[in-house]
């Protein structure tokens, strides 16, 4: 790739993608930072922003509407089945601006290293988030990198900040749903979650599940080209469709009202659910958006979900209904109704 | 899966309904307590009250081994945690529990104590080995479910001569705690409180068997039914329960008979009896010290045991004094007579232990119960 129309620096030797690893002067401003960035992150994000080189990238604004969401990535295992923090990193941001109904523009990545992570874990993240951006198209138009010492990070970290361009006569937001609305699902729930848990080491069962991460911009897209009038767009990542629908409830002043059978879940989730003591509706979903829309647009919403590979297993789940108490419940598929309350910490399993 | 959904069946769940609402006596009221955390979380999770008729009031007893653990316990568990050199392990939500001072062993963990959850005793001797300069202290708690698995652990360490692993053994036993409630002068004397009957333990069941359970229903004349923690066995074992009732007679039924045997888990009772021996007397939070109602470990097996190992100081702490769980554990008050329930003591910032657990009664109530009364409080508004 052509790095640098400038002259380049002289390096005393290449870097070691193989054993190398993460050194305190690669975040400490001098030559091996430069040599850091111009070998790792300029040869994955290589673009026309980066390559000017400045502290700042500079575009013209499109005019219109836009939006920016900033999202920080911790993840352990860095590596999980279907996925990295890397990709991760791209689709969590990518998926926050286009909730919005934006078209996603820009992005900006930080990176906290931890000093002796392996250089070649840190290239195939960097890889692995440039190939996600490419995949968009999103370019990241600037970035930085600090390294902390060994032992006060968790190997890497990532931030990412994106801004995107919302289309005209489009408004969706969290204090849009309205009593009558239909809630709709764009697939099956847990899946991140689930995979990333099995994929520590803590347990000793396996399973084929991979998280669902990805970039929703696409769907998202197709769902705004069909019913610009969407009320809500809400991707359930930490928390899971519990909390996401919590957050709208409070935001809208509503109620809503969940069909327990309605709700997709796939099979290894609701077993892996059932061995931990969780339950999926407070799993995390990385590639999932819940979408709120008025009950004409239903059918035509949900044809566009399904028409999407991203979206072919969407449901309607819900309606949101008239509440003061801003309750979300859910009919069971036992004939019974509960609360899905807010979670309080961390779920941690029953003993019994 | 498919074991488990068949158990969840809602068409079926109707007809047990059905059943129930045509053979419970609409002159009378039905008290019956589920003993166990497992059943009311179940009743929660899935609606089951819904499908009841008003007539049948549920009570939730005190079988949630994390609520019941008293508060000098927990204090010496935390002081285990914060001695140089220990990994304290235990399982999940005793975690978020709660002492007086608002103190629990997450806070400790943020501040720098070493604990880690673990999903079984084994995950626990794994980190003995693991970490040889470390001393790892298991924090047992639970009824005769978990019980066998510590006695294994126990057994395991002595095999394999790991001086480095200890169990702070907080074991309890449900007969004793059944007969406790039903002796108590609630119940007896005053009859302050109703109780019919009892769902009995699914869990505890497959160890201990159903024949612990004939003793109370012949002395105090109780029928139980043991059921498994799945919706339509707590169904089934409404409609039992209400059948006895209404034949006047009080047996011990097995609902459960795919997993509970008369007489148990043979194997593991005498794992059990191996390692473990009753001690005189035992508080419970909520029941305060019943007699021969809890384990520890025997003196064969004193190397492995933190309460002789170290230095325990006997804790004897009052709860919070506005804190109405110990009432709600013995069946005497519901979680709304409480003063602090859903105010000063919700599931985010917990002050009784029956809000931290989601099998304690306050956490289930106020996660899925509160709903039900507001929705029937509007309807009473409305008329």
């Not at chain 1, 089945?81 to 996603?104: E, R």
């Not at chain 1, 005209?168 to 990333?196: F, M, Q």
């Not at chain 2, 498919?2 to 039905?30: H, M, T, V, W």
């Not at chain 2, 007699?291 to 709860?319: G, H, N, T, V, W």
Request: aromatic share 8%; glycine share 8%; charged share 20%.
């Amino acid at each position: 790739m052509q790095s640098s129309t400038k002259k380049k620096l002289a390096y005393a030797r290449t870097l070691d993608f193989k054993t190398g690893r993460v050194e305190m002067a690669h975040g400490s401003g001098g030559r091996a930072m430069a040599q850091l960035i111009d070998q790792l992150f300029m040869a994955a994000f290589d673009n026309d922003f980066l390559r000017r080189m400045n502290d700042q990238a500079s575009f013209i604004s499109p005019g219109g509407r836009m939006v920016m969401a900033t999202d920080s990535h911790v993840v352990t295992p860095l590596f999980f089945p279907g996925g990295d923090i890397g990709c991760l990193s791209v689709h969590g941001t990518v998926n926050d601006v286009v909730m919005s109904g934006a078209k996603p523009l820009y992005l900006s990545a930080g990176f906290i290293l931890e000093e002796g992570f392996p250089l070649a874990d840190l290239k195939r993240i960097v890889e692995s988030m440039a190939n996600a951006a490419q995949a968009v198209p999103v370019p990241v138009i600037t970035g930085d990198t600090k390294v902390v010492e060994q032992g006060s990070g968790d190997g890497v970290f990532i931030t990412t900040t994106g801004v995107g361009l919302v289309p005209e006569n489009v408004y969706i937001s969290s204090e849009c749903a309205k009593p009558g609305d239909s809630i709709l699902i764009s697939g099956t729930i847990g899946d991140h979650g689930i995979a990333v848990m099995l994929a520590r080491d803590d347990f000793s069962f396996q399973s084929s599940l991979e998280s669902d991460t990805a970039s929703l911009h696409e769907l998202v897209a197709d769902m705004v080209n069909t019913v610009p009038g969407i009320h809500v767009l809400r991707d359930p990542t930490r928390g899971g469709v519990a909390a996401a629908l919590n957050e709208i409830a409070q935001q809208s002043e509503t109620g809503m009202m969940l069909y327990e059978e309605r709700i997709p879940v796939k099979p290894q989730v609701s077993a892996a659910c059932e061995f931990l003591g969780f339950d999926p509706m407070y799993v995390a979903n990385e590639g999932k958006l819940i979408a709120i829309c008025a009950p004409e647009d239903t059918d035509k919403l949900l044809d566009s979900m399904r028409a999407h590979p991203l979206g072919r297993n969407a449901a309607v789940i819900g309606e949101v209904i008239a509440d003061s108490h801003c309750f979300v419940q859910m009919k069971t598929r036992f004939g019974g109704t509960h609360v899905v309350d807010w979670l309080s910490g961390d779920q941690l399993p029953r003993i019994c | 899966m498919k074991y488990i959904e068949a158990f969840r069946d809602g068409r079926l769940a109707r007809k047990i309904a059905a059943l129930i609402a045509r053979e419970a006596d609409s002159n009378r009221q039905y008290y019956l307590m589920e003993f166990c955390g497992g059943h009311t979380h179940a009743i929660s999770r899935y609606g089951i009250a819904d499908l009841l008729p008003d007539r049948i009031h549920m009570i939730h007893g005190p079988g949630c081994p994390v609520c019941v653990l008293p508060m000098g316990r927990l204090e010496n568990a935390i002081q285990l945690a914060q001695m140089p050199g220990v990994v304290l392990c235990t399982y999940g939500d005793m975690l978020r529990i709660p002492t007086a001072k608002g103190n629990s062993l997450l806070k400790i963990k943020a501040q720098g104590a070493d604990i880690r959850m673990v999903y079984s005793s084994t995950e626990a001797l794994n980190i003995a080995q693991q970490n040889p300069q470390k001393t790892i202290v298991f924090l047992a708690i639970g009824f005769e479910t978990t019980t066998p698995a510590t006695a294994v652990v126990i057994k395991q360490a002595q095999a394999l001569g790991l001086s480095n692993f200890t169990v702070f053994c907080n074991h309890v036993l449900t007969p004793s705690a059944i007969s406790h409630i039903l002796q108590s002068p609630e119940i007896r004397q005053l009859g302050l409180v109703q109780l019919d009957g009892f769902i009995g333990p699914a869990h505890v069941s497959t160890v201990i068997g159903s024949r612990p359970y004939e003793y109370f229903a012949e002395e105090f004349q109780k029928p139980v039914v043991i059921a498994g923690f799945e919706p339509l066995d707590v169904m089934q074992a409404i409609l039992m329960l209400i059948r006895q009732l209404n034949t006047g007679r009080a047996e011990v039924e097995n609902e459960f008979t795919r997993a509970v045997l008369p007489q148990g888990n043979i194997k593991a009772k005498r794992l059990v009896a191996e390692v473990f021996e009753l001690r005189p007397s035992f508080e419970w939070r909520g029941l305060g010290h019943v007699p021969y109602s809890a384990l520890r470990i025997k003196s064969c097996f004193a190397d492995f045991d933190a309460e002789q190992r170290f230095e325990i100081p006997a804790l004897s702490l009052a709860d919070h004094k506005a804190c109405e769980c110990g009432a709600i554990l013995r069946g005497v008050k519901h979680p709304r007579d409480c003063k602090i329930f859903g105010t000063a003591c919700t599931p985010d910032n917990p002050v009784g232990s029956c809000m931290v657990s989601s099998e304690g009664a306050c956490a289930a109530y106020f996660r899925y119960g509160r709903f039900r009364d507001s929705q029937n409080q509007q309807t009473t508004a409305q008329h």
